[in-house]
């Protein structure tokens, strides 16, 4: 690196090794189901040969064309998936390795001058000519391959101050994963544990039936309409099954035993559109660090800024994807709506 970083190596602290342990929910169901792929496309593609080769009409037809296209489709899809699987055993030792404690952390430490998406998923701190690209734990496939996961749509954070950035290197040619990120002000963010209430329950209740009351008034502007456009009984059907469902109570909140209160000024925002699928539907995710520590917070209404200060709340974070917040609100502002 340039002489301008100063580089050093730690031991991984409990907070990383439980921040990589949340990262690696889910990957045995996703091998698992990466693994039926790969024996669903691999038969069918034999499938389509062999019935190529046993059928003389296939040969002399336009639909013999269109077999082996698919089956050179599937192939094609089959090789993927399984140099993926491939890699994976390799892959999950090496992660293993890390969080026994056998691997150290690097710190990264130089005056930030620039900040935002990398050229791959994941974001790109610069140090003045210097730059280092990093892999976000729950949003790069850490576990397996860096180089993988969701691209931020933005990025912005504090410049011209002194960082220090806590990477864990886990590939030769890939992003290292950023742990932590220190600002000058990260040592005032303010934290706490408290015992979830029932007034806390209460509140999260109320915002359900709100949220249920909604989508009923919805149906019944749609039922009414249906009286003279017969079709709109179907969308007020919809809207009464989405009130149903949104407004349920949250398994989460049942569960929980603990909230978790965070308060400080923001150091960094990177936000990502994530798409329902199968659907032009789509969700903006903000993810705030304070305190070094980056935050995952859906919330509606304004997005705050690097520099602005902030108060949230959240349940344990049991989830694959991070903490449920409870709620957030921007200094002087009202609550935003979660």
Not at 48 to 73: E, H, N, P, T
Not at 130 to 136: E, G, K, M, P
Request: aromatic share 10%; proline share 5%.
């Amino acid at each position: 690196m340039s002489a301008t970083l100063q580089v050093s190596e730690e031991p991984l602290t409990d907070e990383d090794i439980q921040l990589l342990r949340r990262s690696r929910r889910g990957r045995s169901l996703t091998a698992v189901f990466a693994s039926l792929m790969f024996l669903l496309l691999a038969s069918s593609a034999i499938l389509f040969i062999v019935l190529f080769a046993s059928d003389r009409s296939l040969r002399r037809g336009g639909d013999g064309v269109v077999v082996l296209l698919c089956s050179a489709a599937m192939a094609g899809f089959a090789v993927f998936l399984g140099r993926r699987l491939w890699r994976l055993p390799r892959a999950w030792r090496r992660f293993n390795r890390v969080l026994k404690g056998r691997v150290p952390k690097q710190i990264v430490s130089g005056h930030l001058t620039g900040f935002g998406p990398a050229g791959r998923p994941g974001i790109c701190y610069a140090f003045g000519e210097q730059r280092v690209d990093v892999a976000l734990p729950l949003w790069n496939e850490i576990t397996r391959d860096t180089r993988d996961g969701f691209r931020p749509m933005t990025a912005a954070a504090l410049t011209d101050l002194p960082v220090r950035l806590h990477l864990l290197p886990l590939q030769p040619d890939a992003p290292p994963v950023l742990l932590r990120a220190e600002y000058p002000m990260s040592a005032q963010a303010w934290n706490s544990v408290e015992e979830v209430s029932d007034a806390d329950r209460q509140a999260v209740r109320k915002e359900e039936l709100g949220v249920r009351k909604f989508f009923y008034a919805l149906a019944l502007a749609a039922l009414a309409g249906s009286l003279f456009l017969g079709p709109l009984i179907l969308l007020a059907a919809f809207f009464v099954l989405m009130g149903l469902v949104l407004g349920m109570r949250s398994p989460r909140l049942k569960r929980a035993r603990y909230k978790h209160g965070v308060r400080g000024l923001v150091e960094e925002v990177v936000t990502y559109r994530l798409r329902a699928t199968n659907s032009n539907v789509s969700t903006l995710v903000h993810n705030y660090r304070i305190g070094g520590v980056m935050y995952r917070v859906e919330h509606f209404g304004q997005v705050a800024a690097p520099g602005q200060r902030v108060e949230f709340e959240y349940l344990d974070a049991s989830g694959i994807m991070g903490p449920s917040a409870l709620f957030f609100r921007i200094e002087d502002q009202p609550t935003m709506t979660l």
